[in-house]
């Protein structure tokens, strides 16, 4: 399988909890570990099961790192049995300073 991504993901540092706070197919969502990001993607290592295409607004709890939460919003374009890849479609400026770290 070619690898389609326009940026490089990179593996999240240390522990990185991630809760989603809404999602747009009324099933609960929970929370997960990010496992890699980039600034367009991530993917959550999640047991709670998205359908592809649940738009998604989650809040990665980054506050050991960077000082306080991220917010973000995307949609899930993958799932397997290991979690949900999420493209990104609003995501904080801040999520560079976590990429550096």
């Known amino acids: 399988m070619q690898n389609k991504r326009s940026e490089v993901r990179m593996k ?3 522990r990185l909890d991630a809760t989603i706070t809404y999602t747009d ?3 609960y969502a929970g929370s997960g570990t990010v496992s890699n990001v ?3 993607g991530m993917f959550l290592k999640t047991g709670t099961g998205l359908s592809k295409d649940s738009y998604v607004t989650m809040k990665i709890n980054t506050e050991d ?3 306080r939460p991220l917010w973000v919003q995307g949609y899930v374009v993958r799932t ?3 979690g949900v890849g999420i493209r990104l ?3 904080e400026h801040d999520i560079v300073k ?3 770290i």
Request: glycine residues 10%.
């Open 25 to 27: 197919n009324l099933t």
């Open 38 to 40: 980039s600034r367009k």
């Open 80 to 82: 397997d049995t290991n």
């Open 12 to 14: 999240a540092p240390g």
């Open 89 to 91: 479609t609003y995501v």
């Open 98 to 100: 976590l990429l550096l």
């Open 65 to 67: 790192m960077i000082g």
